[in-house]
Every structure is written in C-alpha cells, then in structure tokens.
C-alpha cells in the first residue's frame, strides 16, 4: 500500500542568499570579529560560514547564528 500524498502544497522554507556578503564573511574566517544582532552583540573567532548561518567560537564555546539575524559584522585586527 503506497502513503497517500496531501491534496495541499506542503510549507517550504526558503533562505536568502547573498553571495557578496557570504564572501566577505568567508574572509573573516579565523579572524576575531564582533558580530552586531538583531538580539545583541556578540564577539568572538569566527570558525564557520554557511550559506544559512555562522559558528562563532566564544572561549570554548561554539554559538551558531543564523544569517538572517547578523546585522553588522567588525573585524578586529591586532595592530
């Protein structure tokens, strides 16, 4: 007997992407940044870049932030 398929369209989830600010965060990977949110601000070594989020490493902690919740990202270069 084969599952019986809703006779309505099933939620889809869609992410924006946008390849130039994707970029630029990708070449702060490894760096020390402050990550500004629609939440608060957070600073911490940027570990990863996803198309729908970051990791951001926290002493040792690791804090996934979805993209749609950066407002600002700062590196911060040690002069």
């Known amino acids: 007997m084969s599952a019986m398929k ?5 939620p889809e ?3 924006p992407v946008e390849p130039y600010w994707l970029k630029r965060l ?3 990977i490894g760096m020390e ?5 629609t939440r608060n601000s957070l600073h911490g070594e940027l570990q990863e870049v996803e198309h729908d989020h970051i ?3 926290i002493g040792t902690q ?3 932030i ?6 600002s990202v700062m590196p911060l270069y040690n002069c």
Request: net charge neutral; hydrophobic share 55%.
């Open 6 to 10: 809703p006779n309505f369209p099933l």
């Open 26 to 28: 990708v070449s702060f």
């Open 62 to 64: 690791q804090i996934f």
């Open 55 to 57: 990791l951001l490493q």
């Open 66 to 71: 979805r993209c749609q919740q950066i407002i």
């Open 13 to 15: 989830m869609i992410t």
């Open 33 to 37: 940044v402050v990550i500004e949110t």
